[in-house]
């Protein structure tokens, strides 16, 4: 069982839908990360997140310390939103290493 | 602008050939990180450094080998020993003591064995 848990595995959605993506951590942490992979491209950092909420354009995420739960939303979904994405978590606890979740295959169909 | 670069982007190497992958890095960090990454899995930890001249094995180090003799640097040698090389590999590198969150993520090179 990975440390972190990444749900759904995999999401197809319609252009213009709402898009979840959750993260659960197993411990507490210091950081929680939310990165973006293109087919065949590298790693694009999105957020850092220690608490609260962050929001770049149509991509919001938030964490909640207590649950051990951080969330990434896609509002008004595009073709080109289609991507991994990537949850990573940082803390004492974790050896003061990074630990990946497995990652979600989102695409996005127009 | 500082930043963590890997180099190059896409590798093709001969089985049974050594290859090194680039990572550096330009933000003073001390701990400096590779990854790796198959289809439908998680990123890997194969080697971890937090110090000059210091480094830890991760989950996956075997067929691995790094060095890490300078702050900047950290490149990690895939060996004829390591069986299925081709992999994304990613390098991360981060500030201590600010609990990860001045963490930066290189953008990946995808190494292919033929």
């Known amino acids: 069982k990975n440390e972190v848990e990444q749900s759904p595995q995999n999401l197809t959605a319609q252009e213009g839908e709402f898009i979840t993506i959750n993260c659960s951590y197993s411990?507490?942490?210091?950081?929680l990360h939310w990165l973006q992979q293109h087919p065949g491209g590298g790693i694009v950092s999105l957020f850092m997140l220690s608490s609260g909420k962050k929001k770049h354009g149509r991509l919001i995420a938030t964490i909640n310390i207590q649950e051990k739960h951080s969330s990434l939303h896609i509002t008004a979904s595009h073709p080109r939103d289609s991507a991994v994405y990537i949850c990573?978590?940082?803390?004492?606890?974790?050896?003061?290493?990074?630990?990946f979740g497995a990652g979600t295959i989102l695409r996005v169909k127009s | 602008d500082g930043g963590i670069t890997q180099s190059p982007k896409y590798l093709f190497r001969k089985e049974g050939q050594n290859v090194t992958l680039s990572c550096e890095q330009n933000l003073n960090h001390d701990a400096m990180y590779w990854y790796r990454q198959d289809p439908g899995q998680g990123l890997r930890l194969i080697y971890y450094?937090?110090?000059?001249?210091?480094?830890q094995k991760g989950d996956i180090a075997e067929g691995y080998s790094v060095s890490r003799e300078k702050k900047e640097s950290f490149p990690l040698t895939v060996t004829s020993a390591q069986k299925n090389p081709t992999a994304f590999y990613l390098c991360a590198s981060s500030l201590t003591g600010t609990g990860g969150r001045k963490a930066f993520f290189g953008q990946g090179t995808r190494l292919t064995v033929v």
């Open positions: 411990v507490g942490i210091s950081a």
């Open positions: 450094s937090q110090i000059v001249n210091d480094f």
């Open positions: 990573a978590a940082f803390g004492l606890e974790y050896g003061n290493k990074l630990v």
